[in-house]
């Protein structure tokens, strides 16, 4: 069989033919030895050697050199590799490929090729849009086998896991920045930023499911609006095609891990298909973690002559992940996608999972063991984490002006604490019940035109958002069953009102291009509405103590504006400025409380702002020890000035209670009551990063720096006093990895590690009074933990649906506190975490 080489005459009725015709695709991996030359002979090498049939327009191929292969390929990977820097795209139509032009944004062209995968832009080239992204792959996730996101993360520079080890306790911090409102998440284009519950993660998806993680730092995507000043996580689920072997309209997929420190059990399993002629694919998965309580390095001593054992009770995981999806395909410029995604665990905890209890010794001895101290003090808790994405997508092939995206989307976080009868429960540890629901609804419509006037190119992006983020609680409190003011125990807790806020949003982006230099302004326009939910109990539902749920409007615009310049193929330079702001988040706007004093709802507060600039460079060196290697180094510097910032109302309430050390009732009385938030003074983020990968055929390693500095006018709890250390600031870090490759054995082995410098910089180094303790982060020391990584996946003979993966963390068993760790909130000791995973 012969490639079909038409030309431009036949191009739209090739096209519009593909989805009658059905090719015969031959499934095992080629054996190639190609020099670097046009794009067009490589392509016709390539379908001969494999018998593909491969769908081009050779006019469109003219001035594109493909790079070199030597060795087997996998049909698809091949034709990828061989694309790379180009501004075409593959298709895999009823069994046979298509390769026509990107309908990306027309600055692609002006993009830096970096010829391997990296975690630097997309992983195969850097541009205008993608420079400030850093983007992990099926591999990179696979390598690591972590058990939730944040841990996964936890490895690129300037992006740090905070909270703890234990189940459902991370967060994630970029760049100084780490609450829910400041580093959303989406999956499949679905909100995932709305879990604000206090002392709790963020995100709770299973990285099993995931296909591609990218991470983008800072304010700078015109996308993101209402928040977002740490950066964005966009995470995007597996897809049948993306299982699929060559030649193969079924598979199926079993998986078994096993990690050594918890006995954790890992259960995977998945069937996906697509019909004859590639109209419709789906896949469902299914995946189930259950382990045993988390083992440390060494045992937690408070001095009471106790010491707490390794195996630290009430951290078991049990977990069920399910994913179904479907795609469909009536034309090559209409298609169809669905999404349903669900996790559900069980687990022991505490009301804080971020932290670690540690009972008293009285309590261990008042009990009779450690573990009947922590059942008094836990809950057991079901979290359900379900999410609907569907999307519509419209790129018709000879309208350069139209590429629709519509998108809606919908998730839920169900988080239910139920104690024992005879646990111990407070006002501010979620009673004896406590039910806590996230929803949010998101609709998008986004269009993409690509024209050029005059010498200038065009990639404008225009679109609308709607967002409606809900939450509701309900807490039980039997000690109150004979108290109307607080509804016979049945309400909500005061630091944990509901309510909803709807977000009404439209942004336009023209990235300009004229030769090597890519402009890209942007203005986005963002109208919040938050509105409160009364309490169920009289107390606090009390205008005379400020008791006020009406709803509170913001709006206002966001600039932004972005230069790419290609100074040439190996160089890149690039700078950001952005502008935004952040309504306050429900718990800001309606926490309240009782007292006369301070208590009030917040509905006075300024919106929070944010001015930042980044800047940077991106080199590639290809061939710079042997031939086909490669080496980018990313550098980057940036600085964030953030005002009006959002915060506890605690401790000095006025400038005369700061200058006379008196009380509250009369230095402030003019002013009382209080609200519970305020807006403090400016607070300034700065930082500089280095990264850098390389990869050869035999060879691949990274290295990367990160520092943040953080600095607050005035103090935390007192505006007035001097300026401090910024809080949540993490410290130094470095990691550093090296591989090896060994293609006579399909193996790939490898370590990687992590330096991290202590903390010593907190808010009370400068101001010990008034409570500014509180708002330290918890003190480590410098540490530094090590991983090694092994992976055989056979390529050819019997073996070769075959793929075993072992990751050992923390190789030398190092027993430490995390940097921005929750209270006691240590490391997890050694952990041999192995897979096993077969494709049929």
């Known amino acids: 069989m012969n490639p079909c080489l038409p030309r431009s005459a036949l191009s739209r009725l090739t096209l519009s033919l593909l989805a009658a015709v059905s090719l015969q695709l031959q499934a095992a991996p080629i054996e190639l030895s190609m020099p670097m030359q046009p794009l067009a002979s490589s392509l016709t090498r390539l379908a001969q050697a494999g018998q593909l049939q491969i769908l081009f327009d050779e006019a469109q191929t003219h001035g594109f050199t493909a790079p070199a292969l030597q060795g087997r390929y996998e049909p698809e990977d091949a034709l990828r590799l061989l694309l790379q820097g180009s501004n075409l795209e593959l298709i895999p139509v009823n069994q046979g490929f298509v390769i026509r032009p990107q309908s990306v944004p027309a600055s692609t062209d002006n993009s830096l090729t970096l010829q391997t995968i990296t975690v630097v832009g997309d992983g195969l080239e850097v541009n205008s849009a993608n420079v400030g992204r850093s983007t992990m792959g099926r591999r990179d996730i696979e390598r690591q086998q972590a058990g939730n996101v944040p841990e996964l993360l936890q490895t690129l520079p300037g992006v740090s896991m905070t909270g703890s080890v234990k189940p459902g306790g991370q967060r994630v911090n970029i760049w100084g920045l780490g609450d829910a409102e400041d580093v959303p998440f989406t999956l499949d284009g679905a909100n995932k930023s709305g879990f604000e519950r206090y002392q709790q993660g963020t995100i709770f998806i299973e990285p099993e499911l995931i296909k591609s993680v990218e991470v983008e730092k800072g304010?700078?995507?015109?996308?993101?609006?209402?928040?977002?000043?740490?950066?964005?996580?966009?995470?995007?689920?597996?897809?049948?095609?993306?299982?699929?072997?060559?030649?193969?309209?079924?598979?199926?997929?079993?998986?078994?891990?096993?990690?050594?420190?918890?006995?954790?059990?890992?259960?995977?399993?998945?069937?996906?298909?697509?019909?004859?002629?590639?109209?419709?694919?789906?896949?469902?998965?299914?995946?189930?973690?259950?382990?045993?309580?988390?083992?440390?390095?060494?045992?937690?001593?408070?001095?009471?002559?106790?010491?707490?054992?390794?195996?630290?009770?009430?951290?078991?995981?049990?977990?069920?992940?399910?994913?179904?999806?479907?795609?469909?395909?009536?034309?090559?410029?209409?298609?169809?996608?669905?999404?349903?995604?669900?996790?559900?665990?069980?687990?022991?905890?505490?009301?804080?999972?971020?932290?670690?209890?540690v009972p008293s010794l009285y309590s261990i001895k008042k009990y009779g063991s450690l573990e009947a101290a922590l059942n008094r003090l836990t809950s057991n808790r079901e979290l359900v984490d379900t999410t609907w994405a569907g999307k519509y997508q419209y790129q018709p092939v000879d309208n350069p002006l139209l590429d629709l995206e519509l998108t809606y989307s919908y998730s839920s976080t169900d988080q239910t604490d139920t104690r024992d009868d005879d646990a111990y429960f407070g006002l501010t540890s979620g009673g004896k019940y406590m039910n806590t629901e996230y929803t949010d609804r998101m609709f998008e419509a986004r269009n993409i035109s690509l024209f050029d006037t005059g010498m200038l190119a065009h990639e404008v992006t225009a679109g609308l958002q709607w967002r409606e983020h809900k939450r509701s609680v309900l807490m039980h409190y039997p000690n109150y069953a004979d108290k109307p003011e607080y509804n016979f125990g049945w309400f909500q807790p005061y630091f944990m009102p509901a309510g909803e806020q709807r977000v009404r949003s439209i942004y336009f982006q023209d990235a300009i291009t004229w030769k090597d230099v890519t402009i890209t302004p942007s203005l986005r326009y963002d109208h919040v509405r938050n509105q409160g939910k009364p309490n169920l109990a009289s107390r606090y539902n009390n205008p005379e103590r400020g008791h006020d749920y009406r709803s509170v409007t913001?709006?206002?615009?966001?600039?932004?504006?972005?230069?790419?310049?290609?100074?040439?193929?190996?160089?890149?330079?690039?700078?950001?400025?952005?502008?935004?702001?952040?309504?306050?988040?429900?718990?800001?706007?309606?926490?309240?409380?009782?007292?006369?004093?301070?208590?009030?709802?917040?509905?006075?507060?300024?919106?929070?702002?944010?001015?930042?600039?980044?800047?940077?460079?991106?080199?590639?060196?290809?061939?710079?020890?042997?031939?086909?290697?490669?080496?980018?180094?990313?550098?980057?510097?940036?600085?964030?000035?953030?005002?009006?910032?959002?915060?506890?109302?605690?401790?000095?309430?006025?400038?005369?209670?700061?200058?006379?050390?008196?009380?509250?009732?009369?230095?402030?009385?003019?002013?009382?009551?209080?609200?519970?938030?305020?807006?403090?003074?400016?607070?300034?983020?700065?930082?500089?990063?280095?990264?850098?990968?390389?990869?050869?055929?035999?060879?691949?390693?990274?290295?990367?720096?990160?520092?943040?500095?953080?600095?607050?006018?005035?103090?935390?709890?007192?505006?007035?006093?001097?300026?401090?250390?910024?809080?949540?600031?993490?410290p130094v870090k470095w990691v550093a990895m090296l591989g090896l490759k060994l293609p006579e054995l399909d193996m790939q082995v490898g370590w990687q590690g992590e330096f991290v410098r202590k903390s010593d910089r907190q808010p009370s180094d400068r101001y010990d009074g008034s409570g500014e303790r509180y708002w330290d982060s918890y003190a480590n020391g410098s540490y530094d933990v090590h991983r090694v990584f092994a992976d055989w996946s056979p390529r050819s003979g019997q073996l070769a649906d075959l793929s075993v993966k072992l990751t050992v963390d923390n190789i030398f068993n190092r027993f430490y506190r995390p940097a921005m760790s929750g209270d006691n909130a240590y490391s997890q000791g050694r952990n041999a975490k192995f897979s096993v995973s077969y494709a049929f």
């Open 219 to 357: 304010p700078y995507s015109a996308l993101t609006g209402n928040g977002g000043f740490g950066g964005t996580v966009h995470m995007e689920t597996r897809d049948a095609t993306d299982m699929l072997k060559p030649g193969r309209n079924t598979g199926a997929f079993v998986k078994y891990g096993y990690q050594s420190n918890d006995h954790q059990q890992i259960y995977t399993g998945s069937v996906f298909g697509r019909t004859e002629d590639g109209m419709f694919d789906g896949l469902y998965y299914q995946s189930h973690r259950d382990g045993d309580d988390i083992k440390f390095a060494g045992h937690i001593d408070l001095g009471e002559r106790y010491r707490y054992p390794k195996r630290y009770p009430s951290t078991a995981q049990n977990q069920d992940s399910m994913l179904v999806k479907g795609n469909f395909h009536p034309t090559l410029e209409h298609s169809f996608g669905l999404t349903y995604s669900r996790s559900k665990s069980n687990l022991r905890t505490p009301f804080a999972a971020t932290s670690f209890v």
């Open 554 to 730: 913001y709006a206002g615009w966001s600039p932004r504006l972005s230069i790419f310049w290609r100074v040439n193929q190996k160089l890149g330079l690039f700078a950001d400025y952005a502008s935004s702001w952040r309504a306050p988040v429900l718990d800001e706007q309606y926490e309240v409380q009782s007292s006369s004093t301070w208590g009030s709802s917040s509905r006075g507060l300024d919106a929070e702002r944010i001015r930042g600039v980044r800047t940077g460079a991106v080199v590639s060196l290809p061939d710079l020890i042997t031939q086909g290697d490669n080496l980018q180094v990313r550098t980057t510097l940036f600085r964030h000035r953030i005002s009006d910032e959002i915060f506890k109302f605690r401790s000095i309430a006025c400038q005369a209670q700061s200058e006379n050390g008196g009380r509250i009732s009369e230095d402030c009385a003019d002013l009382l009551p209080l609200s519970n938030y305020r807006n403090l003074g400016d607070l300034t983020i700065r930082g500089a990063e280095i990264e850098s990968y390389y990869d050869s055929r035999r060879v691949f390693a990274s290295l990367s720096y990160s520092w943040t500095e953080g600095r607050h006018d005035g103090a935390y709890s007192n505006p007035w006093g001097p300026n401090v250390w910024a809080r949540d600031i993490p």
